[in-house]
C-alpha cells in the first residue's frame, strides 16, 4: 500500500537526476574556472605552460651585452644608458648620496665599454666598482650607489674630529 504513494514515474526520475547532473557540471566548471590555469592547449599536440620569465619578475635579472657608443665619457653616462629602457631610473641627484656625484664623474674605463653577457644588476654594480653599493628601491623603481664605509674612511673620519 505504501509503495503506491511514494511511486515516482520513470520521466519524473530522469528529470531529476539530469537536474542533479546538470547542478554538478556547473558548481565544477565554476570551481575549474576559479582554479589557476597553468597550461594551454595551443595545438593538436602541443601544450604551453603560463608563467612569467624570470626577467619579467625581476627586471634587474635581465641579461645585458652591449658595446656602449663612443660618445659615452663617463661612469654616469653609462649607468643612465643601461637603465634606459629596463623599467629602473635613477635616484634624482638631490635625493641621492653626495658621494654618488664623484662616481658619475669618473671616466668610463676601456675595459668596461663592452659588457656582457652578464645581468643588468651585476653590470651596475661592474660600473660602480667596489667602492660603492647599488641600492634598489623597488617600490618606486629607483637605483642609486651608496659609498661603501671602509676603515681607511673611517680613520679619516677620526681624523678630521680631532
Given at each position: 500500500?505504501?509503495?503506491?504513494?511514494?511511486?515516482?514515474?520513470?520521466?519524473?526520475?530522469?528529470?531529476?537526476?539530469?537536474?542533479?547532473?546538470?547542478?554538478?557540471?556547473?558548481?565544477?566548471s565554476?570551481?575549474?574556472?576559479?582554479?589557476?590555469?597553468?597550461?594551454?592547449?595551443?595545438?593538436?599536440?602541443?601544450?604551453?605552460?603560463?608563467?612569467?620569465?624570470?626577467?619579467?619578475?625581476?627586471?634587474?635579472?635581465?641579461?645585458?651585452?652591449?658595446?656602449?657608443?663612443?660618445?659615452?665619457?663617463?661612469v654616469?653616462?653609462?649607468?643612465?644608458?643601461?637603465?634606459?629602457?629596463?623599467?629602473?631610473?635613477?635616484?634624482?641627484?638631490?635625493?641621492?648620496?653626495?658621494?654618488?656625484?664623484?662616481?658619475?664623474?669618473?671616466?668610463?674605463?676601456?675595459?668596461?665599454?663592452?659588457?656582457?653577457?652578464?645581468?643588468?644588476?651585476?653590470?651596475?654594480?661592474?660600473?660602480?666598482?667596489?667602492?660603492?653599493?647599488?641600492?634598489?628601491?623597488?617600490?618606486?623603481?629607483?637605483?642609486?650607489?651608496e659609498?661603501?664605509?671602509?676603515?681607511?674612511?673611517?680613520?679619516?673620519?677620526?681624523?678630521?674630529?680631532?
Amino acid at each position: 500500500m505504501n509503495r503506491n504513494k511514494y511511486k515516482i514515474s520513470r520521466r519524473a526520475l530522469l528529470a531529476i537526476s539530469g537536474l542533479f547532473v546538470a547542478s554538478l557540471i556547473t558548481v565544477g566548471s565554476v570551481e575549474a574556472s576559479n582554479a589557476p590555469i597553468s597550461e594551454v592547449q595551443v595545438g593538436r599536440y602541443q601544450t604551453v605552460v603560463l608563467q612569467a620569465d624570470e626577467n619579467q619578475v625581476d627586471l634587474l635579472s635581465s641579461m645585458v651585452e652591449l658595446e656602449l657608443p663612443e660618445q659615452i665619457n663617463t661612469v654616469g653616462q653609462a649607468i643612465s644608458y643601461l637603465l634606459d629602457g629596463s623599467g629602473y631610473r635613477l635616484l634624482s641627484a638631490k635625493l641621492a648620496e653626495p658621494y654618488r656625484v664623484l662616481l658619475f664623474a669618473l671616466p668610463l674605463p676601456k675595459a668596461q665599454r663592452q659588457l656582457g653577457p652578464l645581468s643588468l644588476r651585476q653590470a651596475l654594480e661592474l660600473l660602480s666598482g667596489p667602492a660603492f653599493r647599488l641600492v634598489i628601491e623597488p617600490v618606486y623603481r629607483l637605483v642609486t650607489f651608496e659609498l661603501v664605509p671602509t676603515s681607511a674612511s673611517k680613520d679619516n673620519d677620526a681624523c678630521s674630529e680631532n
